[in-house]
């Protein structure tokens, strides 16, 4: 019951949030628990939508009156055939399919990509002094600790580089629960890297001073003012500021949660930032492919949408090292104030001599891999509220008899569903993918993978890599599945390497097997062994998994509202202008009472995707139901109120 009264009364002081609770006249709260038990959500989120968008104000009106008008909105949302199927409010649940596959192609006024901003650029460059930090993010380590990072002083980048010392600054966070007042102290420790190229008219990179500041014993859902530095120089930032996520619970969940992959810093980048800010997510989780550092050669001058094309003589693939500070200072409005998590992916390898590979992405950013009982930054997981996060690594051994896989399994089975019922895994490279680029490319991993994740029924598998948009209908092993994740990619960040616009099921763009090479692990290219495409290498048509693709620059928002939905939305930059504009929307619902049932047998789940929504009759007879409990509150909330 509580669950609905947090959902019902937002967007409200504290004080008339309690009168909200304690009014014992609103009694649309067990109605809104009926709508939700009996499987009408669309009556439940278009009543909860309403209050979000006009949010109502308690101060304006007497309680019983507001009660009274929110009872009236909800009785009239139940008319079906007047509100709630209406189609410009119509939001499609996953319980509605599996659905017919769309495309909607490029538009072709649009630019496929941009150039990169250059360093100069007022968001790249640095506006602080050496000592004065820059570059400042924030981390989730646990429900209670927080970690944030900074850079202080001058990267350098020649022949001959000197690194800084450490050692030379301090790494402090003094923070409080009131602006300005600041009643701990945290410490942490700092470090940097290198970038060393020993080939003839390379330029090598040293970082500057690079920290890391646990926070300990925090407050969950508690807002904290900071500032971090060195205050013995003195040299701190201004006051910044964050609010943790509340206890892991089936009842505590995030507002928005923003998810971006292959962003980097073009012109594109910057819309998406900007409509991501308009957006106002409480965490970005970053699918990988951040800087696009390695478009360049060590001299820096202009980047390049491919570049073994541009540079086919480079004796590595070389990296512009500034690009990474220009890049964290691009995000720092945002970074500063709400956590990102992240993970690596191709562009983040970066090689240098002697097999040293992914030294920015290991050095720069703090990850709760010890908390969660991995060894390695390159695979983690994390709980925020009533969700529990996993971070895959594409690009380390991910094979059944390793490290990552032995974690893995071992995280899985510490879950605890009743907790934290939602579980969302994240890796950079898509395993489901029907566009030309990267078309199969990681079929080992999931080969590796998929089982698992089936296993311990994953909802939702985020990606990048592809710089398109493409959701998934629920699959596993490439067969229509009504308790396979939902697999969404989300590789339109808008880098520099243009986006991905060719569909591997069009005629003569089908990859040859020897195409999509990965730059780690093994080539398990086949053809398709059962379904529509059986004995083919490619799809003559849009696969039948494949719900909706886009090749659009975008971000999406995932709001989960409860144990079982959670409103998914694409957003287009071209749309950034437009109001209430969206490029793709569905509610993910989750089905423990179907999926979590291991008696089931294997046909009676491949049975399921044509049975699994509701029939029009169950509908009806339910939206009668909601009427009449609807004519019965409306009765009851008389009398108590002339009572």
């Not at 971070?391 to 907790?419: C, E, H, P």
């Amino acid at each position: 019951m509580s669950m609905y009264v947090n959902v019902t009364c937002t967007h409200v002081t504290k004080h008339q949030q309690h009168d909200c609770f304690k009014f014992k006249s609103c009694q649309y709260i067990s109605f809104l628990s009926y709508l939700q038990h009996h499987r009408n959500p669309k009556t439940f989120h278009s009543f909860r939508f309403s209050l979000y968008h006009y949010r109502i104000q308690f101060n304006t009106m007497k309680i019983h009156n507001f009660c009274i008008s929110l009872t009236i909105t909800l009785v009239m949302m139940t008319n079906i055939n007047n509100i709630v199927v209406s189609k410009s409010t119509h939001i499609p649940t996953t319980l509605d399919g599996p659905f017919k596959p769309v495309t909607r192609r490029f538009d072709s006024s649009l630019r496929r990509g941009s150039d990169d901003l250059p360093m100069t650029h007022p968001r790249l460059r640095m506006n602080v002094t050496a000592n004065f930090p820059e570059q400042i993010a924030l981390a989730v380590n646990s429900p209670t600790s927080m970690w944030v990072s900074w850079v202080t002083g001058n990267a350098q980048i020649g022949l001959n580089v000197t690194p800084l010392d450490p050692a030379s600054i301090g790494s402090e966070v003094w923070y409080g629960k009131k602006s300005g007042k600041y009643t701990s102290v945290g410490k942490g420790d700092s470090l940097i890297y290198s970038q060393l190229y020993p080939f003839e008219g390379l330029l090598n990179y040293t970082s500057g001073i690079i920290h890391h500041v646990k926070l300990e014993g925090l407050e969950p859902g508690t807002r904290y003012y900071y500032k971090c530095g060195d205050s013995s120089i003195p040299a701190m930032s201004q006051e910044n500021s964050f609010e943790t996520f509340p206890t892991p619970s089936s009842k505590n969940y995030p507002t928005r949660i923003a998810f971006i992959g292959d962003l980097g810093l073009t012109t594109n980048s910057t819309t998406t930032i900007d409509h991501l800010i308009h957006n106002d997510p409480s965490m970005i989780l970053m699918v990988g492919d951040l800087t696009y550092a390695n478009q360049y050669l060590t001299t820096g001058g202009k980047g390049a949408s491919c570049f073994s094309c541009a540079f086919p003589n480079a004796p590595i693939r070389e990296t512009y090292q500034p690009r990474w500070d220009g890049w964290g200072r691009f995000m720092e409005p945002l970074t500063s104030k709400i956590p990102m998590m992240v993970i690596e992916g191709n562009h983040e390898i970066e090689p240098q001599a002697d097999g040293i590979t992914f030294k920015s992405y290991l050095t720069r950013f703090a990850v709760p891999a010890e908390e969660s009982g991995s060894k390695s930054n390159f695979y983690y997981s994390f709980d925020v509220g009533g969700i529990h996060f996993i971070m895959l690594g594409a690009y380390i051994d991910y094979n059944s008899t390793g490290a990552q896989f032995a974690w893995l399994k071992q995280d899985l089975q510490s879950v605890d569903r009743s907790v934290t019922p939602w579980l969302v895994a994240t890796m950079h490279p898509p395993w489901y993918n029907s566009y030309s680029s990267h078309y199969q490319e990681f079929e080992c991993m999931r080969l590796e993978m998929e089982a698992l994740l089936y296993q311990y029924k994953v909802d939702i598998v985020f990606n990048g890599h592809v710089h398109a948009y493409e959701r998934m209908n629920r699959v596993y092993n490439y067969t229509l599945d009504p308790c396979g994740p939902v697999y969404i990619t989300v590789g339109d960040g808008g880098n520099i390497e243009k986006v991905d616009v060719d569909h591997a099921d069009e005629p003569g763009k089908c990859p040859s097997p020897g195409d999509n090479i990965p730059e780690f692990g093994g080539v398990c290219h086949s053809n398709f062994s059962s379904g529509p495409a059986k004995g083919k290498f490619c799809w003559n048509k849009q696969p039948e998994w494949s719900a909706f693709r886009e090749s659009s620059f975008g971000h999406g928002i995932l709001e989960v509202v409860n144990s079982t939905y959670a409103l998914w939305t694409w957003h287009r930059n071209q749309d950034s202008y437009k109001e209430n504009a969206v490029g793709d929307q569905i509610y993910i619902v989750r089905q423990p009472e179907l999926c979590f049932n291991e008696s089931k047998s294997q046909n009676s789940q491949k049975s399921l995707p044509h049975s699994a929504a509701p029939s029009h009759i169950s509908q009806d007879f339910s939206i009668i139901i909601s009427q009449f409990f609807g004519v019965l509150f409306i009765y009851g909330l008389h009398f108590q109120v002339n009572q």
